[in-house]
């Protein structure tokens, strides 16, 4: 490792462990991670009681590459981003997300104030995060981590976020032709359901991992 790298690491370490103190303040049982592997273990771990697990379409979560493990240890996966899905089963299986075991996910942004902030298009991702499944595990890469106000994370995700997970998508919308969000008013917009969780919802039991990796977009 360079000493640029080091000195990066460093200094988002101490970021990390900022959102994770003020998480715990807000009420999140909240965990700071060194990187992919132990956030993988974690997980595993943690999934040993659960029958099912869904997967709410998070790029940090798949870059894990939990699914086959978890299938393998006799977990029943709900993924809809699955391949070969009609859009009937696709809409089945959110559905069962909403009261699974284990809901994995990421989040768009949090702040440093230990706030999480949300945007989806149909917002099955956002309301399993905050009430129905059994347990939930947020997966928060260092670049997801915002300074400044709920504005401002709300700023990031339109600005970056949502274009690339546009694009990624396949979707026409104008943000994937420009790069930037235009606040459009396309059929196929991804920004349609904004969520921000201050606190630790009463009812759930929501597990923030701070991760000093880039993880995501």
Known sequence: MSNTEELNNWAYAHKCKKAVENLKKNGFDALYCHNGEEVFHYI?????QANSVGFGGSLSVADLKLADKLKGMGKEILNHGAPGLS???KLAITRRQ???????TGSNAVTLSGVLVNIDGNGNRAAAMFFGPQKVIV???????????????????RTYASPANAKRLNLSTPCTTT???????SPQRICRVTTIIEKKPRNTDIKVLVVNEDMGL
């Open 87 to 89: 859009p009937e089963e």
């Open 179 to 185: 790069g930037f969000c235009s606040d459009c008013n």
């Open 98 to 104: 909403l009261t699974c075991d284990l809901f994995l």
């Open 44 to 48: 595993v771990n943690e999934s040993e």
């Open 139 to 157: 997966v928060v890469g260092r670049n997801k981590l915002v300074d400044g106000s709920i504005e401002d994370a709300v700023q990031r995700i």
